[in-house]
Structure formats: structure tokens, C-alpha cells
């Protein structure tokens, strides 16, 4: 009898231990009675940079940034429309004036309130010089800023600012806790007014968040959404097909037929407003040569490139894209055509085959791709190209500091605004900045200035295609693509919000 009882209960206890064991390793996606998801996951093949909106200006970052923070403003991916977010409404009072009320139904994730005295502490801390925020260009035009009570601050510019509200609308223009700001470092313990709430981060490994219980609009059916570093896209796919994980973005074009077969998997694709580019470092004398910028841009047979990308690729020579505010159809073919021969006779002519180049790029998939591609033709034109290869926020670190002879560099252009992109990336005000490609050029600047300083829409798009097609004429870069915006999703779920500027949302996602 004894032996008996003792066998009963070593049995019990087996059987709980297995209950633990099958609970602990449950895989991702885990639906509940109320159809929430206990857990899902996103494969990123880099981490992040950091986690404040503030310091940092990375597609990478801002994907976690964007379930934790949220902006003033949000453009609508619909109708192209920016509509209140964080605000509730605004008035311009004259063209220098805008009067913004805020929401009073929203608190930081800390139990801390959301109100003018922390907008005002994120936008002053933003445009501080002593920040160095790689996106303070934002609030440039920003002169003043105060608050009038405790849900309505008055911004006042320093001239007519056309494209302010898309800046607001900027995931780095994101509004943060000024009291956890003060305690902590925020690019390790982000706390926004976001859907979702900060859990852990873990370098090079994953970023964990959960659904913030009190956030205004319900809360979101995943509670648990970890961002994972999986560094082999090729193991991120399989990851994706075997439910270990559940959604990524940006995908390769060598394996978009693979994505294509899966059965458990939608795919989304949508024109998108990214650009890839190639740039010389502008900084070094040699590269300030006339005909050396030519002899590279004719040196590159974009058709090839893009042809390879198997659809996810727009070929075009405008810098702003047809998905971008100041987009003329005219430039799509006015950059330097694809000729080898002239590109060979500027070498032969110059001697740019003496002098070795390095070319930088970011260790991801389609940049691999573009510098391969690039160093077979700029050596079949006779320059001496060799790659160096970095992970994401290294060589983000060293393209700003200018540590390269010739690099491709990308931009969301999450404003869809051709004065935001034209301004943080190739304005002079910025070389020590955002502007990596560390051009200069005065009639380019002041075309660029004239397009942020008028809010008169056709004035604008009059002196963005000037300033497009002075790039162009200049060979300042060689657009390479604009991005198709793509991403896939275990078919169980539904609910992704995916826009042509990149950005994704997953609060609305849920099981089918």
C-alpha cells in the first residue's frame, strides 16, 4: 500500500513537471480564450541602436520606438492627410503661430501625465545643441516654444515652415517621459505613451515589450511582442516558417520566391517612399572632382541592379521618389545614363586607377548585394574598389563620422516630405549630423531653404525639383532603387498596419 501511495505521487508529480515543461516552451503566437497572443515575434537581422526617439535615426530603432512612443501627429498611409495623434487639434494664428491643444486622456508609462510642460522639455532637449540629436534639423525653424496651459503650448518658427506638421509627425519628434528621461538612460529604458510598455534588452539579442493594460484605445491583443535579433536573414525565413517566429519585414530579394511558396505565410507589398543610394564622401578633396563623380555614376548600370531585385525595387534618378512630396516625373531619367566607355576614358584621363577606394556598407542583405554589384563595375571601369563591411549601428556611427571614400546610404523619408529628405541628408547645416553624405553646396542650400520657408505648396514643389535636378546635374549621389515596402506574417493573424514609408504597427494585430 505504502509503495502504491508513493508511486501515485511520484506520478502526480511527473505529470505537473511535464504540464510546467510543455507551458515554459510554448511556442510564439500562443492564443487565449479572449483571443489575446501571449507571445509574438519579429526577426530583425540587426539590432538596434538605442531606444530613444531623441538620440537616435535608424529604421532598426525606430521599429521598437514606434510601439513605445507616439507623436503629435501621424500621417494618414491612406489619404497621404496628417491628422492629430498625441494632439487633438491645432490653428495657425499667422504663419509663424501654430497653436497645438493637446489630449487629456493619455499618461506616460511611468503613471507620470502627458502635457505641454513635456512636450516642451522633449522639443527643447531635440533641438539643444548640447543634445547632438541626429535629427534635431526637425525644430530647426523652431524659434520658441510655451506653455499656455497645462494641454495647449504655442510653437513659434522662425519663418513660414511648409513641411512642419510631417516633422511632428516624425518618429524622432516622438514625445517622452521628462520624468523617466531625468532618471534613466533612455536609449536602454525607453518609457513612452505607446501601445506598448518596456520589459527588458538584451544587446544583440532581443528587445521585449508588453501591452500597456491602460493605454486609450483598448488594450492590444499581443502581450508579449519581442523584437529579435536573428542575423541570418535565411535563418529568420526558416524561423518564420517553422512559428518560431511570426513576422519580419524588408525582405531579400533573392528570397522573395521562397517567402512566396510558404503556406502558413502572407506577404504584403506596397511602393514605398525609402531611397538607396550611392555617395562619394564629399569631404575629401579627391572626391570633390567633377569627373570623378561622372566617371562613378557612369561606371553603374542600375537597370542590372535593379532587375535582380525580383520586384522590389523601383528604378528611378529622381533623389525624391514618386511616393514623396516634391516628386517630378521629368527627373526619373535625368541623372547620368549608364556608359562605360565614358566612365573608362575619365579613368584612363584622371588616374583614378592609382588611388585604392573603400567602399562601406551595412552588413544587410540588399546592401551586401548593391556593393557587390557596385565593385565589379567600378572595377571593370579600372578603379581599385575594396569593401568593407559593417554591422548596422557601427556603420552608422562611421558614416557620420565621415571614416569612408564611397558608401550607399538609405532613408525612409518617413515625413514623405522632399524638404526632409533633402534638408537632414545633403543641407550643409548638417554635415555633422544627419547629412552623412557630407555635401555642401550654397544654390543647392538655398533652393533647399526657399522649399522649407513658404508654406505655399506649389512654391515648394517648384523649388524641390530645382533642387533635385542641381543634385542630379552634380552627380552628388547616384540613386540606386527606391524601396518596395514589404513584409510577412503568419496567415493565423490579421490586423498589420504596414505604410509606404516603411513604418509598421502591430497593436492591431490579432489571431483570425
Same mark, same amino acid.
Given at each position: ?169 516624425h518618429t524622432n519628434a516622438a514625445i517622452v517621459s521628462p520624468t523617466a528621461d531625468k532618471k534613466q538612460d533612455l536609449m536602454k529604458e525607453p518609457v513612452g505613451t505607446g501601445p506598448f510598455k ?78 538607396? =543610394?550611392?555617395?562619394?564622401?564629399? /569631404?575629401?578633396?579627391?572626391?570633390? $572632382? *567633377? &569627373? !570623378?563623380? +561622372? ?31 516634391? =516628386?517630378?516625373?521629368?527627373?526619373? /531619367?535625368?541623372?547620368?545614363?549608364? $556608359? *562605360? &566607355? !565614358?566612365? +573608362? ?45 559593417? &554591422? ?121
Amino acid at each position: 500500500m505504502k509503495q502504491n501511495l508513493v508511486f501515485l505521487l511520484l506520478l502526480l508529480m511527473s505529470i505537473i513537471l511535464a504540464a510546467c515543461g510543455k507551458s515554459s516552451s510554448a511556442p510564439s503566437g500562443g492564443a487565449n480564450a479572449d483571443g489575446s497572443i501571449d507571445k509574438f515575434v519579429y526577426a530583425s537581422t540587426a539590432d538596434v541602436a538605442g531606444l530613444s526617439p531623441i538620440l537616435t535615426n535608424d529604421s532598426i530603432s525606430a521599429n521598437v520606438q514606434e510601439h513605445v512612443y507616439e507623436t503629435l501627429f501621424n500621417r494618414n498611409s491612406e489619404t497621404g492627410e496628417i491628422t492629430p495623434k498625441l494632439a487633438e487639434s491645432y490653428e495657425n494664428t499667422d504663419e509663424n503661430t501654430w497653436m497645438i491643444k493637446l489630449r487629456k486622456d493619455v499618461k506616460f508609462h511611468d503613471g507620470t501625465p502627458f502635457n505641454a510642460e513635456a512636450v516642451k522639455y522633449t522639443f527643447d532637449k531635440l533641438r539643444d545643441p548640447a543634445t547632438a540629436a541626429p535629427r534635431a534639423s526637425l525644430l530647426e525653424p523652431v524659434d520658441e516654444i510655451n506653455v499656455i496651459n497645462e494641454y495647449e503650448i504655442k510653437i513659434k518658427t522662425k519663418y513660414p515652415y511648409g513641411p512642419f506638421l510631417a516633422s511632428l509627425a516624425h518618429t524622432n519628434a516622438a514625445i517622452v517621459s521628462p520624468t523617466a528621461d531625468k532618471k534613466q538612460d533612455l536609449m536602454k529604458e525607453p518609457v513612452g505613451t505607446g501601445p506598448f510598455k518596456f520589459v527588458s534588452y538584451t544587446p544583440g539579442d532581443e528587445v521585449v515589450l508588453e501591452a500597456n493594460d491602460e493605454y486609450r484605445d483598448g488594450t492590444p491583443a499581443i502581450q508579449q511582442l519581442v523584437f529579435k535579433v536573428v542575423p541570418e536573414v535565411s535563418t529568420a525565413i526558416s524561423m518564420l516558417q517553422t512559428g518560431e517566429v511570426d513576422f519580419i519585414d524588408n525582405l531579400p530579394s533573392e528570397q522573395i520566391s521562397r517567402i512566396d511558396s510558404l503556406k502558413n505565410i502572407d506577404v504584403t507589398k506596397k511602393n514605398g517612399s525609402s531611397i538607396y =543610394y550611392l555617395t562619394v564622401n564629399h /569631404s575629401i578633396k579627391e572626391n570633390q $572632382d *567633377p &569627373e !570623378l563623380r +561622372k566617371a562613378i555614376a557612369a561606371a553603374i548600370d542600375r537597370d542590372a541592379f535593379v532587375s535582380k531585385l525580383n520586384g522590389l525595387g523601383v528604378r528611378s534618378d529622381s533623389v525624391l521618389g514618386p511616393e514623396i512630396f516634391g =516628386y517630378e516625373k521629368d527627373k526619373d /531619367s535625368a541623372g547620368q545614363a549608364y $556608359d *562605360p &566607355e !565614358l566612365a +573608362k576614358s575619365l579613368v584612363d584621363k584622371n588616374g583614378y586607377s592609382n588611388r585604392p577606394i573603400k567602399l562601406l556598407t551595412a552588413n544587410r542583405a540588399n546592401f551586401i548585394l548593391m556593393a557587390e554589384i557596385v565593385q565589379a563595375q567600378l572595377t571593370e571601369a579600372g578603379f581599385k574598389v575594396q569593401i568593407e563591411t559593417m &554591422e548596422w549601428a557601427a556603420f552608422l556611427d562611421t558614416a557620420r563620422a565621415g571614416e569612408y571614400d564611397i558608401t550607399f546610404l538609405s532613408w525612409a523619408n518617413l515625413t514623405q516630405d522632399g524638404s526632409e529628405m533633402l534638408y537632414p541628408n545633403l543641407h550643409s547645416d548638417n554635415i555633422k549630423e544627419s547629412n552623412r553624405t557630407k555635401y555642401s553646396n550654397k544654390k543647392f542650400d538655398e533652393l533647399v531653404d526657399a522649399s522649407r520657408e513658404t508654406i505655399d505648396q506649389d512654391k515648394r514643389l517648384e523649388y524641390l525639383n530645382q533642387a533635385n535636378g542641381l543634385l542630379l546635374e552634380d552627380n552628388a549621389v547616384v540613386v540606386m532603387y527606391h524601396g518596395v515596402v514589404t513584409a510577412a506574417m503568419n496567415n493565423k493573424y490579421e490586423g498589420l498596419i504596414l505604410e509606404p514609408n516603411g513604418k509598421w504597427l502591430l497593436k492591431d494585430v490579432k489571431r483570425k
